[in-house]
T-cell receptor
Framework: KQEVTQIPAALSVPEGENLVLNCSFT??????LQWFRQDPGKGLTSLLL?????REQTSGRLNASLDKSSGRSTLYIAASQPGDSATYLC???????????FGTGTRLTIIP | SAVISQKPSRDICQRGTSLTIQCQVD?????MFWYRQQPGQSLTLIAT?????????ESGFVIDKFPISRPNLTFSTLTVSNMSPEDSSIYLC????????????FGSGTRLTVV
């Protein structure tokens, strides 16, 4: 059974700093790994999808890396802004049944 | 990608009653899922909603408590039955348009409070 852990659980940084969120998973048999953002009381917004064959994927100020063999992914946020404040979740879909297993999440606060 | 309309967005219910949550997708999707997010926790999968047949439930979730319907490829409902305060959570539906782990979309969630 896939287990997904995210570190740190919470992070507060001043505006403008670069930061890294970590995700680890136990089962490396994955199609890809997805990063989502959740704003308080809201649904999820897809940020990045990194394929199992890729090592990196970029979208604007976001960069996700994937090391499938070691069961790790990181989300790098450059030049953080107050609008980046949210909970960030990683989720690898399971082979064959398309189910997403969500990590424990990192609650990010950017201080103006 | 598909857009999901989920309603109600929030509700306050008396213990012992039931609430039905609806999700309508603006295009046909292959799979739909229902999640629960307890206060301060991550998302836990309740079940996969199967079109035209019984839902597939995850360990710890049963049909009598969380009956699910999916009459077609764009619509699904989740009922939370015989509610207790422990059922107070956010419930979210999700859909995917293909295989291979692509194209996941989420509803905006239903915040349920049981008093």
């Amino acid at each position: 059974k896939q287990e997904v852990t995210q570190i740190p659980a919470a992070l507060s940084v001043p505006e403008g700093e670069n930061l890294v969120l970590n995700c680890s998973f136990t089962d490396s048999a994955i199609y890809n790994l997805q990063w989502f953002r959740q704003d308080p009381g809201k649904g999820l917004t897809s940020l990045l999808l990194i394929q199992s064959s890729q090592r990196e994927q970029t979208s604007g100020r976001l960069n996700a890396s994937l090391d499938k063999s070691s069961g790790r992914s990181t989300l790098y946020i450059a030049a953080s802004q107050p609008g980046d404040s949210a909970t960030y979740l990683c989720a690898p879909p399971n082979f064959g049944n398309e189910k997403l297993t969500f990590g424990t999440g990192t609650r990010l606060t950017i201080i103006p | 990608s598909a857009v999901i309309s989920q309603k109600p967005s929030r509700d306050i219910c008396q213990r012992g009653t039931s609430l039905t949550i609806q999700c309508q997708v603006d295009s046909q999707v292959t799979m739909m899922f229902w999640y629960r997010q307890q206060p301060g926790q991550s998302l836990t999968l309740i079940a996969t909603a199967n079109q035209g047949s019984e839902a597939t439930y995850e360990s710890g979730f049963v049909i009598d408590k969380f009956p699910i319907s999916r009459p077609n490829l764009t619509f699904s409902t989740l009922t939370v039955s015989n509610m207790s305060p422990e059922d107070s959570s956010i419930y979210l539906c999700s859909a995917t348009t293909g295989t291979g782990g692509y194209g996941y979309t989420f509803g905006s969630g239903t915040r349920l409070t049981v008093v």
